[in-house]
């Protein structure tokens, strides 16, 4: 049984949880938990050459292909960065999972969640993280959060809509999984945002 606690921040584009991702590391930090801070899709060597495909914005494919590269990403991230961290008794914090995949994939692209659900189960088993993180923000905020980027990617230029159905996607997934899932809204002020995150780690803390 694994020792470490699997943690994961998730949100629509412009939500802000990557501007929590560094704090929440320090705050683990800071009460003595080793971390491992990492990405999806990323996280290995192989995982950044297939991110470096999915985001970029010259690049079509089929929903499908899409899903399937995201899940290709996290089999190899599973096996050289997730597991051999928790196993170690290291906490791993990671910008995104596999919500984002039912949230993007699914509720964004419209991809039937029974295939999905399929390759989750094929490429994790019964992993799921401790604690998922979801950041909130109406699609209105997010979208003029991700304006100000200059050179959006792939997902970042999509349009308000597919924004929407992402985001009622990942609340859909909150409903379905509220012990694991917890909502934390990301529209109020940075220090209400760190205040809710604090709040929200501390039973696992106070655990592990």
């Known amino acids: 049984m694994k020792q470490g606690k ?21 705050l683990l930090q800071r009460v003595g938990r080793p971390v491992v801070m990492t990405r999806e899709p990323g996280g290995t060597a192989l995982g950044e050459q297939l991110r470096a495909l999915l985001l970029d914005k010259t690049m079509t494919m089929h929903a499908e ?40 994939q699914s509720g964004g692209r419209g991809l039937d969640s029974d295939k999905l659900a399929i390759l989750e189960q094929w490429v994790q088993g019964g992993l799921q993280p401790d604690l998922t993180l979801f950041f909130d923000v109406p699609v209105e905020v997010g979208q003029e959060r991700i304006s100000q980027i200059k050179n959006r990617d792939r997902f970042e230029q999509e349009q308000a809509d597919f924004f929407q ?36 780690l501390q039973p696992l803390l106070n655990y592990g």
């Open 165 to 200: 159905r992402v985001r009622i996607a990942y609340l859909d997934r909150a409903k379905q999984f509220p012990d694991r899932i917890k909502i934390i809204d990301s529209s109020q002020s940075l220090a209400g945002v760190k205040a809710a995150v604090e709040q929200t």
């Open 65 to 104: 292909t899409e899903a399937l590269l995201m899940f290709a990403a996290r089999r190899e991230h599973l096996d050289k960065v997730i597991l051999p961290a928790l196993a170690q008794d290291q906490w791993v914090i990671s910008d995104r999972f596999t919500d984002a995949s039912f949230a993007y």
């Open 6 to 26: 699997f943690i994961t921040l998730e949100g629509i584009d412009g939500a802000g949880k990557s501007t929590q991702l560094a704090w929440i590391v320090e």
